[in-house]
């Protein structure tokens, strides 16, 4: 699935030359700038000109930004202004909801992941998903959740190469040192912080190049909410992240870029810190000092 | 100054309200018990009575020899259990797949008339008078190949198990988190695996309670095997040929003119109900897993 990198290049051009176009035909208020602020050649996960619809109700609307490459990417914005929903499009999880359905591009590595010859599956494999809720398998041990990409795709190798890649997703997750002694207990059992580490944990183990977190902390005390921030800083030296989150000091502390939504559109998305200290737009202004949201 | 005691105005109760209170307490909880009691000891006195009318009569010779000339004395029921087990296995074999594979479909591929429609022949269909069933098996079987056979009846209590297995793995699939579901999905497992490996499995429990329901109640049917088994008094195990069944025999027995054919009835029943907790006991513990209490 890999394309040469050129073709990247070309595609990231396109949408480049195309966005303002777009934004003038159709009379939307679309910030020029949106795709700018991210150079061609660090933009990992290219959105353009995405919507989305539940039925008729259009959550998503006409989005277009891109993702640093192994940055983290907050997305913010007052309830139901449609975080989830984008996130979801991202890994073509949206689709999977009754009479939801998706128009405009992403484009990983040059490719559109909507395109009618890609496989879904396939996408879901590089572009992993962290839910707001920890959700481990209840029929599972510790190291059978962890291992559950390979386990459910009936995936063959070695039990010494399982057993170690289940020890090195765990240790990414940081919770290798609390479960090492018990992998065989069944994930249920874990704390929520740690049956969120164990979902992050799960994530990692069939290798990623981007993971997405919706609301990772919301179930969580501070603590460990502590830890996964930690974690995600961690990661992003490795892969790309982009984290949904309620909370303001949060997207401050682990984000490098964050977006800001509102009503299924993106008002302003930049560097954390020019968003957090000078925001363009006053509605981010608002929503970032509390004034609503 | 708010008391214990209470005035207006404070959150303490009043001692006469507390009373009162206590008073509903004690009748909700005492009506319960004694509503609970009531179907328990319904239950007890049925086994109880059939356990005392028919556990003198069970003997070796009772379980392993067949029935004996009418009027003689002495003979067994070996033929009549072994007759059941067949007639329910195949059953189970025949409708089981179809009422789950039905309740998959319609729940995992949702089109809400579908669904109303499939759950509205379901109730229909578990509401058919099992001596209506038996004569559509005798017209759709037992007519065109000319003879009673086992194919017949084990048709005829398919008929019967297949809406109560789709309703339970209805309810037992619905049931399941959607979040377990998306947690497959997002890991990028195609969609049968996620169902197979992981929805049914979180579902078996309930999966199971179905099926043991649907047996027992196929093993208890006598109606849809008089025209369809017919009976049979010698041993016999090939389902192209008239089987003999628990029931049967406690009907044939029960309204015959020998107190020894009454005795046999009783212990026939007590056999009956025997097999019927003896397979909902192998059941649970074959599919036990060592994740359940
Ligand atoms: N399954 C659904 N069916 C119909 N509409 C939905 C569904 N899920 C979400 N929506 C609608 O889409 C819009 C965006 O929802 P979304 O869940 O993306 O918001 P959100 O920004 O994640 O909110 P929150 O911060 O509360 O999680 C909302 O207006 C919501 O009502
Ligand atoms: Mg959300």
Request: net charge positive; proline share 5%; glycine share 8%.
């Amino acid at each position: 699935m890999a394309q040469p990198q050129a073709t990247g290049q070309q595609q990231t051009e396109r949408t480049n030359g195309a966005q303002p176009v777009n934004g003038m035909q159709f009379g939307i208020d679309v910030k020029p700038g949106m795709i700018d602020v991210v150079p061609d050649e660090e933009a990992r996960l290219i959105v353009r000109n995405v919507h989305a619809y539940y039925g008729e109700a259009h959550a998503v609307k006409d989005i277009t930004f891109a993702m640093r490459s192994r940055k983290v990417t907050a997305i913010i914005g007052p309830s139901g202004c449609g975080k989830s929903t984008l996130l979801r499009c991202m890994n073509r999880m949206h689709e999977e909801q009754r009479a939801a359905r998706v128009e405009g591009q992403i484009i990983l590595d040059g490719e559109n992941i909507y395109d009618r010859s890609v496989d879904p599956v396939l996408v879901r494999r590089r572009i992993g998903m962290v839910f707001q809720k920890p959700n481990p398998f209840p029929t599972m041990s510790i190291a059978d959740n962890v291992l559950a990409g390979y386990k459910l795709n009936r995936v063959r190798a070695g039990k010494g190469d399982l057993a170690e890649r289940c020890e090195v997703a765990l240790r990414r997750a940081a919770l290798w040192d609390e479960v090492k002694d018990q992998l065989n207990r069944p994930g249920t059992d874990l704390s929520g912080g740690q049956q969120q580490r164990l979902c992050i944990a799960r994530s990692l183990a069939v290798d990623p190049e981007i993971l997405l977190m919706d609301e990772p902390c919301s179930a969580l005390d501070p603590l460990a909410t502590a830890r996964i921030e930690d974690l995600v800083k961690e990661l992003s030296q490795e892969i790309t992240v982009v984290i949904v989150t309620h909370n303001m000091q949060q997207a401050a502390r682990v984000s490098d870029m964050t977006a800001f939504m509102l009503l299924g559109r993106m008002i302003e998305y930049g560097p954390t810190t020019d968003m957090f200290t000078t925001p363009r737009d006053e509605r981010t202004e608002a929503y970032i000092t509390g004034r609503f949201g | 100054m708010a008391t214990l005691t209470g005035r207006r105005g404070s959150f303490a109760a009043t001692r006469g309200e507390i009373r009162k209170r206590r008073i509903i307490d004690r009748l909700m909880v005492g009506s319960m018990i004694a509503v609970t009691a009531l179907v328990c000891s319904v239950l007890f006195i049925i086994i109880a009575y059939i356990f005392y009318r028919g556990v003198s009569y069970i003997n070796w010779e009772f379980l392993t020899s067949n029935p004996r000339p009418v009027g003689s004395e002495g003979g067994g029921i070996v033929n009549a259990i072994v007759g059941s087990l067949i007639l329910v296995g195949i059953a189970s074999v025949m409708a089981v797949p179809v009422g789950v594979g039905a309740a998959i479909f319609i729940g995992e591929f949702p089109s809400p008339r579908l669904q109303r429609a499939v759950r509205f022949m379901a109730d229909v269909l578990t509401g058919v008078p099992s001596i209506v069933v038996g004569l559509f098996a005798y017209a759709l079987i037992v007519e065109p190949t000319g003879t009673f056979s086992g194919w017949a009846g084990s048709a005829a209590l398919g008929f019967i198990i297949v809406p109560i297995v789709l309703i339970t793995a209805q309810e037992a699939l619905r049931l399941v988190p959607g979040s377990l579901r998306e947690a497959a999905l997002a890991l990028g497992v195609p969609r049968w695996r996620v169902i197979m490996l992981v929805v049914v499995p979180a579902a078996r429990r309930a999966l199971l309670t179905g099926l043991i329901l649907a047996t027992a109640r196929a093993l208890g049917e006598t109606a849809p095997l008089i025209f369809t088994t017919l009976g049979n008094n010698f041993w016999n195990t090939d389902p192209s040929r008239p089987l003999s069944a628990l029931p049967l025999v406690i009907y044939r027995y029960a309204v015959g003119p020998y107190q020894e054919e009454h005795r046999q009835a009783w212990a026939a029943a007590f056999m009956l109900l025997a097999v019927v907790f003896f397979i909902s006991l192998m059941t649970r513990v074959v599919f036990r897993s060592r994740y359940e209490e």
